[in-house]
Structure formats: C-alpha cells, structure tokens
C-alpha cells in the first residue's frame, strides 16, 4: 500500500522524463487528465505550484522532502528539484522544468532520473496549468502522458495516477487556505474536509 501510493506520488509531481535532448515521446503511452477548482486566485496557485516549485513536499501528500538541485533557486525553464518519498531517500524522483509559460500559467516537466518507480524515463512528461475561474477561485489541471517499465502495468495503474494527481490537487487546496504542510500522515483527515 505505502509502494502504491508511493508510485502515485512520484507521477503526481509528475515531472517526467530524462534529460530533455533524450525524451523522444516516440513509444505508445497513456494519458491521465484531471482538474480542480479551487477558491483561491489563480496567481496565489501559481506561486505555490511553479515559482516555489522546489518546496513542492510543503503542499504533497506523499513527499517527504523536497529541494532545489543544480543551482536552481526559483521555478522556471530548466528549473530542477528533487523530491523524495521516504526518508532514506531510495525512493525519488529527480525533475527539470522542460516548457515554462508564466503568461499562460502553466509548465511542463519530466523526469530526469528516478529511483524506485516504474516508469520509462523517456516517454513520460506532464503539463500543469492554472486559470482563473474567477477574482477569487481558479482551475487547476494536470495532463500527465506516460509509459510504465514494463509497459502492461500501463493500464493498471492509470487510476492510481489520476487519484494521486487528485489528492496533490486538494493538498494544494488545504495549503493555501490553512498554511499547513500536508504529509502522508495527516492527508486523509484533511481529504475528508474537501470531497466533493
């Protein structure tokens, strides 16, 4: 169950695939979409989910820790962080921001090297975006395009990826409305409080 829910949280932060010159998207992958609204401004989304990207454990249901890597300081193209599922760190994930359009607000990254997870480095990739709904609430989507190692496990675990995405959403959402950090320990009490 902590595998699982693991391998969820590496596709959440989603940030997929191998050094950028590498991925080349050129084998069958799956796709997972999915979206929240939320009642807060779509620039405040913003800054949490893309500028402070490094600090991505604060507001991350599975992370455990996170940090910049490679002399990054903020979000942004080329941007780096690492992020780990359990504190001995044999369970990581190692992403760059490859597509950065703070215009738009949205970003896309892959992963660039990863331990412990399924999935084939240079075929998988996600795009985050915010938009304003209104002054005061905002959507904020995922489209994450993967390949699992060994590829038949593709299939089994797309539900898992949409609900990891799903509750990094809602822990975003608890974050900036309350200001605490979300942890593996206290997500499922907070999840009962944003269900729709």
Known sequence: MKYTFSLMGLLLTVALSQPIN???MNKKFKTVETS????IPAETVWNLVAVDYGSIANSHPTIVSSAY????LKGGKGAERKCYF??????MLHEKITEW???QMSFTQMIVDLKKFPLDNDNSKVTYSVEPVTDN???IKAVFHYRTKPAFMGGMVKGKF??????????VEHHLTTGENVTIE???KIEKQYIK
């Open 186 to 188: 206290n997500f499922k």
């Open 36 to 39: 929240r609204d939320i009642p």
């Open 137 to 139: 609430s905002s959507r």
């Open 101 to 103: 359009n703070p215009e």
């Open 22 to 24: 590498a991925q080349n």
């Open 162 to 171: 949409k609900s990891l995405l799903d509750s990094y959403f809602i822990s």
């Open 86 to 91: 359990d504190e001995k760190g044999k369970r």
């Open 69 to 72: 890597v490679s002399g990054t």
